[in-house]
């Protein structure tokens, strides 16, 4: 199919405000080494306590990962594994999506990934532990590219909380990650999820996560991006059981000619779902973003409840962002809201700030991380929330 | 302490103070009566230092150390360090900022201007406790952000903590009183009373009387069309409610 359509130019719709040409421009080859020279960058950043995955170059390293603390319940192995194996929900899963509606770096990612990962919860599996999902890439290859891929399903009534963090400990590296998230939510589960992207300043990031919800499951979700220098951030969730309920909530902070394209899809195709998004956008010097959100309310989707906003404060005199709501209603008893802001900061809450004698450069501080704390405590999980607060603290420093 | 001089502002090209003169010594008490529009709150924000009043004539000289400065050339945050605090009429919410992180921030900033050492946060939680108690607040308010979600009343509680908090030579309480039922205006203004000392000074803005009874001024100014009319006693706050306005100009 990639091979079929290429890659899309800014005359398809979905990528009217991106353009890939800079992508375009480089030669990327498939990587078959997963070492990584920085450990202690790794372990930085990731609790070696904590029960890490970690993939090196879109390689799984036993050496790096920490498993053994993955509770019972908790059953992951290769992703090609599990498809050989026929393991539970896999065909299924699989098979639930129109395969005319892939995007082309979807069908890219299926085609090339040698080494996904499966991992699931079974029935009544209710996992406390913070289960970390670690894409790094190495910097010892110029222009190298991965394809992380995984799928996650959460049988009946059960619960885990997930992080799944792009990254790269060198900011100068140039490569191109295109990644495949697929989550199955079953009857009654739930899921704490975050995808956390820090890539090099240079690289490239495609990423898709879609997400499938069956009757009462809940699906908590946030994206945090933060590096590459062109990243596209995919979220489409589909509202296939009533009593289902989706947050998407996220915060992108970007800098110096940095271009982020966030998508996200809501798909209610049932009654009595309910979807909350929340978009911030943090752009400094000449960065600049993207959003764009739909939501389908299909005819029989009554009793919807759905809500969607995009914030975005521009700190720098180049940034620019383009906001499109997407809303297809063909339902005619539901409540759907959606909004945008663009802004600089506040002048009110600027002056206030120092007439209680701060001064401006530190209000304009206290004003930005303001604007992501109130985002952040959205994040139930503590670790979480500790990781993403160090990856966005250097940004707030640098605010003059 | 504080004595304004021929004082003319504008905004948005609109002349609003006429040439403003005031002085307030340490240990007083003035108010500020008028009616809607005559200029009242934005002599509380030129004296804060709003970037949008533009001062055009005249000047604020403040003393500072036994020297005189004049205000105008301050940045607010500058004012605020030497002790200068406005109560907003309006405060402002800021979501995402918690309160005692906010309250201590601006505590250390004078800290470090006095050259003082700079309170640590177990330090900072004791005394702020000590002035809530002030005020009858609830230890849960100082968790929360600043002013998000706060009823009216509250926030002007946390604009007289800030003031006790901070602990100004000169503050000027903008409107303090509206828009506050009975039980508020009285702690607010017990809050304020105990605050008072002989070297500081509070200038009041108010439309109502109603306030004086609790904050007992030793000046009552009529500020009408942007000038000082009349300047008097307390009573002149009870003529002013019997009889308005019109019979002064």
């Known amino acids: 199919m990639f091979q079929t359509h290429g890659i899309p130019t800014v005359k398809n719709e979905e990528w009217k405000y991106t353009s890939l040409e800079p992508l375009e421009k480089n030669i990327f080859e498939l990587v078959k080494d997963n070492k990584l020279a920085d450990r202690s960058a790794l372990f930085e950043y990731c609790n070696p306590q904590e029960i890490n995955i970690v993939f090196v170059n879109g390689i799984f390293s036993a050496d790096l990962s920490n498993l053994k603390n993955i509770p019972s319940g908790i059953i992951h192995c290769p992703l090609q594994e599990a498809v050989a194996k026929d393991l539970p929900k896999i065909k299924e899963f699989l098979t639930k999506y129109d395969p005319s509606q892939k995007t082309p770096f979807a069908a890219l990612n299926e085609a090339l990934n040698s080494d996904g990962l499966y991992i699931r919860a079974d029935q009544n599996t209710a996992c406390k532990e913070l289960i970390h999902i670690v894409h790094v890439t190495s910097a010892s290859r110029r222009n190298s590219a991965s394809m992380p891929r995984t799928l996650m399903v959460l049988e009946k009534s059960s619960e885990a909380t997930v992080l799944e963090s792009h990254l790269s400990f060198d900011d100068k590296a140039v490569y191109f990650a295109n990644a495949l998230t697929d989550i199955f939510l079953d009857e009654n589960a739930t899921l704490h999820y975050c995808k956390s992207q820090k890539e090099s300043q240079n690289a490239f990031h495609i990423g898709q996560t879609r997400v499938w919800q069956e009757r009462n499951s809940n699906f908590d979700g946030f994206s945090f991006m933060a590096g590459g220098a062109l990243t596209r951030n995919d979220l489409d969730v589909v509202i296939n059981g009533e009593g289902a309920s989706a947050n998407l909530n996220a915060l992108y902070n970007m800098s110096t000619t940095q271009h982020v394209d966030n998508h996200t899809s809501v798909d209610h195709r049932v009654p009595n779902g309910t979807s909350n998004q929340l978009y911030k956008g943090i752009l400094n010097q000449a960065a600049r973003g993207v959003f764009n959100g739909k939501i389908f309310v299909r005819p029989v989707a009554q009793k919807t409840n759905s809500y969607q906003l995009n914030k975005n404060l521009l700190l720098g005199k180049d940034c620019r962002v383009d906001t499109k709501p997407q809303l297809e209603i063909f339902a005619d008893d539901v409540k759907c809201t959606h909004g945008a802001t663009i802004g600089q900061l506040d002048e009110d809450q600027m002056f206030y700030l120092q007439t209680r004698c701060i001064p401006s450069k530190i209000a304009r501080r206290m004003l930005a991380q303001g604007f992501v704390d109130d985002l952040f405590s959205k994040i139930k999980n503590e670790s979480i929330h500790h990781k993403l607060d160090k990856l966005v603290q250097p940004s707030f420093q640098a605010l003059e | ?249």
Request: proline residues 4%; contains cysteine.
């Open chain 2, 1 to 249: 302490m504080i004595e304004i001089k021929n004082l003319h502002a504008q905004v948005g090209g609109i002349e609003i103070l006429k040439g403003i003169n005031l002085k307030i010594n340490a240990g007083e008490v003035h108010a500020i009566m008028g009616p809607n529009g005559s200029g009242k709150s934005t002599l509380a924000k030129v004296i804060a230092g709003h970037p949008d009043y533009e001062v055009t004539k005249g000047e604020i000289i403040y003393d500072v150390n036994f020297k005189k400065i004049n205000i105008l050339e301050l940045a607010p945050e500058e004012r605020a360090r030497e002790g200068i605090f406005m109560a907003f009429q309006y405060p402002v919410e800021i979501p995402g900022v918690n309160t005692s992180v906010f309250l201590r921030a601006a505590f250390n900033e004078i800290c470090k201007h006095q050259g003082a050492e700079e309170m640590d946060p177990i330090d900072f939680d004791l005394y702020i406790r000590k002035k809530m108690k002030l005020l009858n607040m609830d230890d849960k308010f100082i968790t929360r952000p600043v002013n998000v979600d706060f009823s009216g009343g509250e926030k002007k509680r946390n604009e007289i903590l800030q003031m006790a908090v901070l602990n100004p030579r000169f503050s000027v309480l903008d409107e303090t009183d509206s828009g506050l039922d009975i039980d508020s205006m009285r702690i607010v203004a017990d809050g304020v009373n105990k605050l008072k000392t002989k070297d500081n000074a509070t200038l009041l803005i108010t439309h109502y009387q109603r306030l004086l009874n609790y904050i007992v001024p030793d000046y009552v100014h009529i500020l009408r069309h942007g000038k000082i009319i009349k300047s008097q006693g307390k009573e002149l706050a009870l003529e002013v409610e019997e009889k308005g306005y019109d019979w002064l100009s």
